[in-house]
């Protein structure tokens, strides 16, 4: 039997995170936070089936690029508890194959994008 979860989560810098790093660890790419110098290198992480992004229609080029779409949210955002990103974490049902899951994973997201008219 199925069971759903969805659980919705600030990164926020108040908590010691950034978006730089949530999106290198999610990806399992290598991520320079330009703000802190920091390096977050996740490339030997394994189990990451799909990293793709969604972006609004009107995006710029550069937004295609992860890391400089998120080193652009870390800039956008200068307080210092900022929120700069949110996780969406949804459990999908193993019963569907992995190409259904990825595509009900990213109409979720365009969803959202369109809507809010931010990246996921």
């Not at 199925?2 to 989560?9: D, E, W």
């Not at 390096?39 to 229609?57: F, I, M, N, Q, W």
């Not at 307080?79 to 193993?94: D, G, H, M, Q």
Request: proline share 4%; with cysteine.
């Amino acid at each position: 039997m199925a069971i759903y979860h969805l659980s919705v989560k600030a990164i926020s810098r108040s908590a010691g995170r950034s978006g730089t790093a949530s999106s290198a660890y999610r990806s399992g790419e290598k991520i320079e936070d330009e703000r802190t110098g920091e390096v977050h290198d996740y490339t030997r992480r394994s189990g990451v089936e799909s990293a793709d992004l969604v972006l609004p229609e009107d995006a710029p080029d550069w937004a295609a690029d992860r890391a400089a779409l998120w080193n652009a949210a870390e800039q956008a955002e200068t307080r210092k508890n900022a929120t700069v990103a949110r996780e969406f974490e949804i459990a999908l049902p193993e019963e569907l194959p992995p190409a259904e899951r990825r595509r009900l994973a990213l109409d979720f997201a365009g969803e959202l994008v369109q809507r809010h008219g931010c990246a996921a």
